[in-house]
């Protein structure tokens, strides 16, 4: 790989299944003009029930991946693994490494009545991390987390709207109800794919919050300073045209149809 970054290098997306498309769909939108490569580790899904120990090394593996296709920049769309790995990441790649995590300070200012729900996973919610974000930016309200233990496998299948995803979902957000939340934190990049289950069961009157917007717009803040924004290509000939690579390391016979539901377009998806 060459030493230096440089702009026309495409970006790699991480996640540890198809949750981080939710990002990725962010990131096409703000930066049209990007070469993307998204890797799946749909194998090892979920990484929520997984030890931090476990998690780093599969993040390294897919980042050793995305790294040796010379990606100038990696965005860890994971909450769970952002907050087990990116330290060890950072350490192991000079590139830009982006993560993210649930959306508690936004979530604390957009409640009018004090009390925030964090639907995560157990991962996340167990996490060094999540108790600073905590700690920063949860004093003054009351903070009413939830696991979500199976809805991730849920979305890994693509099924968004079953019976049984509906009735986890209503599981899980009717305590956070019933403490009283009026703000919801979406902490796990596959949940925004729910989001219509989980608005039918919390009403209209809730605000629901995703960190994927922020973190396309911390991604591009990071290239402008860095002098990597892909110039613009839309008048290049089109096999010059930006492109999107989706790779997976998924078992099941649908991934490649899951994959295209939740992108929304036809895609052909390589196998790791
Ligand atoms: N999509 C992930 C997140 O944002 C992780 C889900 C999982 O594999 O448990 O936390």
Partial sequence: MPSQPISSQ?????DSGVGGISVLKHIHALL????LMYVADSKYAPYGNKTPEE????????ADFLIAQHVKALVVACNTAT?????????????????????????AKASKNGVIGVLATVGTLKSAQFAALLESYG????????ACVGLVECIERGELDTPNTKALIRQYCVPLLAEGADAIVLGCTHYPFVVDAIRDVVGEK????????AVAKQLKRQLEEKGLL???????????KPKVHFWTNSEAENAEQVTEKLWGKHVEEHRL
């Fill in 230 to 240: 892909s110039i613009s290509k839309q008048k290049a000939p089109s096999n010059q």
């Fill in 206 to 213: 809730i605000s629901l919050i995703d960190t994927g917007a």
């Fill in 139 to 146: 004093r003054n309200v009351k903070v009413v987390t939830q």
């Fill in 83 to 107: 907050a087990a790995a990116i330290g060890a990441m950072r350490e192991t790649y000079s590139v830009p490494i982006i993560g993210m995590e649930p959306a508690v300070k936004p979530a």
């Fill in 32 to 35: 049209p003009h990007e070469n």
């Fill in 10 to 14: 495409a970006i790699g997306v991480l």
């Fill in 55 to 62: 998690i780093t090394a599969r993040c390294m593996t897919i």
